[in-house]
């Protein structure tokens, strides 16, 4: 019989994902003695070879302020095609494609062992992956110098087209500008300091698009803004940890 903790490695083998904490607070007042926050780390692009992603769109929620997909953690009415979404409890028709699913004959996403879906959406837009590095600073020279190879290692694996940007975090917080050749240059704030969002967006300027020097040639030869915020994402080939 399978032990707690062979089934939680289990989980994390399955799906990449690790919890700060295994079991939940049940109560407001447990919550608010916890030591370390609710928190997970997720491994991205994890090779599944037994799950190939999906060839169809993701089920949606239909209440427009929720819109989660449908998972194997929903509640599930087989006779009605209805299901009831696990995050804020609205109760779904099935599509027409789904008529024919049954206990029996159940589509991926309710799969108990696939637990995770990769879905491959061809209507979507073609958009790079965006990886944003968020590194702890606070560590001493030989602990540095092993996650400064870690993350050398990390660029060499991710895909060719994707963007990646970098946060690091020590008693300033800073948010790097991979953009410029021969310097570094990057935004500080302080750790003491309480920003909202809006603050952070006006102070780093990527809360509107702006006209900037440097401008891409679009359709017919018409220049087109690049966004302030590509200052802080670059292509991976560009970037270098050393």
């Given at each position: 019989m399978t032990t707690y903790e062979e089934f939680i490695q289990q989980n994390e083998e399955r799906d990449g994902v690790r919890f700060t904490w295994n079991v939940w607070p049940s109560s407001r007042?447990?919550?608010t003695r916890l030591v370390v926050p609710i928190g997970c780390l997720y491994q991205p692009i994890k090779e599944r070879p037994d799950l190939p992603p999906i060839q169809y769109d993701p089920v949606l929620c239909t209440r427009n302020t929720c819109r989660a997909i449908l998972n194997l953690m929903c509640q599930v009415d087989y006779r009605a095609k209805l299901w009831v979404?696990?995050?804020?409890f609205q109760r779904n028709p099935f599509p027409p494609q789904y008529a024919a699913i049954t206990e029996q004959h159940q589509p991926a996403e309710l799969i108990p062992s696939f637990s995770t879906i990769e879905y491959t959406i061809?209507?979507?837009q073609s958009m790079p992956p965006i990886f944003l590095l968020v590194v702890d600073t606070c560590l001493d020279d030989e602990e540095?110098?092993?996650l400064k190879d870690s993350l050398?290692?990390?660029l060499s694996l991710l895909p060719q087209t994707a963007l990646v940007g970098l946060i690091t975090f020590g008693k300033m917080v800073q948010v790097h500008e991979l953009g410029c050749e021969g310097c570094s240059k990057s935004y500080v704030f302080r750790g003491t300091k309480d920003l909202n969002a809006r603050?952070?967006?006006?102070?780093?300027?990527?809360?509107k698009v702006a006209v900037p020097q440097t401008q891409?040639?679009?359709?017919?030869g018409a220049q087109q803004p690049t966004?302030?915020?590509n200052r802080f994402l670059q292509p991976v080939q560009m970037c270098d940890m050393s």
């Open positions: 007042l447990e919550a979404c696990n995050f804020c061809m209507r979507a540095l110098g092993a050398q290692m990390s603050q952070v967006q006006d102070m780093l300027g990527i809360g891409q040639r679009g359709p017919g966004p302030p915020a």
